[in-house]
């Protein structure tokens, strides 16, 4: 007796924004790659098909992609730069420092107490992990 058949794998290539075709938001897409493997006795042995694709976070709408297209879209994910590594963006809704006397625990008003230090103390705010 002879087992076969086939087995799928997804692959999570890359994470890019773009515009979506569904709901209209500018939202993060997930690129993926979904390969078909010939299996014998559960042995995967080779590819059978290999299909792209993307998929909205915001609504789940999932489109086909060619392999050029993805291989694109997957270059220009690797050239983005990486969140939180880029340039700095304001926040429109900040309404100054929330905390006047350079941070918590640091010598604000309210803020005095046993082991609580004021600014140019570090360590002394009782915080273990703050230096």
């Known amino acids: 007796m002879i087992i076969f ?7 999570q290539l890359a994470i890019v924004t773009l515009v979506c ?4 938001n500018p939202a993060a897409h997930t690129l993926r790659k979904r390969v078909t493997k010939f299996t014998l006795f559960f042995v995967p042995l080779f590819p059978v098909s290999t ?23 997957q270059a220009q994910a690797a050239t983005a730069p990486a969140p939180g590594h880029g340039p700095q963006q304001a926040n429109p809704f900040a309404q100054g420092n929330p905390f006047p006397q350079g941070g918590p625990g640091q010598g604000g008003p309210g803020q005095g107490g046993p082991g609580q230090g004021g600014p140019g103390q570090p360590g002394a705010s009782g915080n273990p992990y703050q230096r």
């Open 5 to 11: 058949g086939t087995k799928g794998y997804l692959y």
């Open 21 to 24: 075709g569904r709901c209209g």
């Open 51 to 73: 299909k792209y694709g993307t998929q909205c976070t915001f609504c789940g709408a999932e489109s086909q992609l060619s392999g050029d297209q993805a291989e694109q879209l």
